[in-house]
């Protein structure tokens, strides 16, 4: 099982990303899909997550409203789009595979995790 996480980069606040991540080795329609983010210095974070069907999706607090995450089954990819990006945004992104999931916030439920990417917002 491969996650493989793209898309980081530096951006300057009010700016937007789109972060990928294509999964190999696993049937991904089985698979709730979250990221999650570690800035520095602090613990890993939930940041967003899709169920397995893809019928339901949760945010974190910090990003309701500015951050879309989506799944597309043909591409086996999930997408973060961000946007209206704040420097407490910087850190880097990880994207996990939680199998039959609902989309738990909660990191110790995911099987698979990506290598992350990083992203920096600047002020």
């Known amino acids: 099982v491969q996650l493989q996480a793209s898309g980081g980069g530096l951006v300057q606040a009010g700016g937007s990303l789109r972060l990928s991540c294509a999964a190999s080795?696993?049937?991904?329609?089985?698979?709730?899909l979250g990221w999650f983010r570690q800035a520095p210095g602090k613990e890993r974070e939930f940041v967003a997550a899709t169920s397995w069907s893809g019928s339901s999706t949760f945010y974190a607090d910090s990003v309701k409203g500015r951050f879309t995450i989506s799944r597309h089954s043909a591409e086996n990819t999930v997408y973060l789009q961000m946007n209206s990006l704040k420097p407490e945004d910087t850190a880097v992104y990880y994207c996990?595979?939680?199998?039959w999931g609902a989309g738990q916030a909660t990191e110790q439920f995911y099987d698979y995790w990506g290598q992350g990417t990083l992203v920096t917002v600047s002020s």
């Open positions: 996990a595979a939680d199998l």
């Open positions: 080795g696993l049937t991904f329609s089985r698979y709730a």
